[in-house]
T-cell receptor, first 115, second 113 residues
Framework: EAQVTQNPRYLITVTGKKLTVTCSQN?????MSWYRQDPGLGLRQIYY???????DKGDVPEGYKVSRKEKRNFPLILESPSPNQTSLYFC??????????????FGQGTRLTVV | GENVEQHPSTLSVQEGDSAVIKCTYS??????FPWYKQELGKRPQLIID?????GEKKDQRIAVTLNKTAKHFSLHITETQPEDSAVYFC????????????FGRGTSLIVHP
């Protein structure tokens, strides 16, 4: 089954304790992206990747890191989480290419609380 | 970069009425406009999309229209049902090359039985 898998689904952590949210897709998609969703603000892009070893900042990259060592995985790293990073996070992937269907497939979401 | 404005932020209708959600975009190079539906507690999922070479697309009770000149596109839901209640997101992007989708802020649609 084609899917994007995020882990964990829920996480409560303390300020300053490094954490990683994993994202994996099995559709051989070139493009992967991380979003955070906050009430009234919609989906805001944190980082994205066009392919292996190619990553770039989105609209709200401060306090986050990513890596793309393999095509299928795109982890989100919070080196020193702060309470303002409490949010619902989504990973998404899609194909690139002019004729490709560019539908974005989203993971299940990760509800992060930083206390 | 691209900027997508979505209105209204909240839309409340009675079951059976029609609902219209509108989006405008700024980058005339954008050529792909998907709409996503996010039910409570779930992930966004694509419900319909339209490319810039088409003016309108329908899928049962859902339709999307695109006006390239005015740079706006709309989602139309007819004969709304309670299960249509969700947050709807529009997006704009460019297929091929630098594909970076920009999402609108979302519309919370509430369908009252």
């Amino acid at each position: 089954e084609a899917q994007v898998t995020q882990n964990p689904r829920y996480l409560i952590t303390v300020t300053g304790k490094k954490l990683t949210v994993t994202c994996s897709q099995n559709m051989n998609h070139e493009y992967m992206s991380w979003y955070r969703q906050d009430p009234g603000l919609g989906l805001r892009q944190i980082y994205y990747s066009m392919n292996v070893e190619v990553t770039d900042k989105g609209d709200v990259p401060e306090g986050y890191k990513v890596s793309r060592k393999e095509k299928r995985n795109f982890p989100l790293i919070l080196e020193s989480p702060s309470p303002n990073q409490t949010s619902l996070y989504f990973c998404a992937s899609s194909l690139l290419g002019r004729l490709a269907s560019t539908e974005a497939f989203f993971g299940q979401g990760t509800r992060l609380t930083v206390v | 970069g691209e900027n997508v404005e979505q209105h209204p932020s909240t839309l409340s209708v009675q079951e059976g009425d029609s609902a219209v959600i509108k989006c405008t975009y700024s980058d005339s190079a954008s050529n792909y406009f998907p709409w996503y539906k996010q039910e409570l507690g779930k992930r966004p999922q694509l419900i319909i999309d339209i490319r810039s070479n088409v003016g309108e697309k329908k899928d049962q009770r859902i339709a999307v229209t695109l006006n390239k000149t005015a740079k706006h596109f709309s989602l139309h839901i007819t004969e709304t049902q309670p299960e249509d209640s969700a947050v709807y997101f529009c997006a704009a992007s460019i297929t091929g090359g630098s594909y970076i989708p920009t999402f609108g802020r979302g519309t919370s649609l509430i369908v009252h039985p």
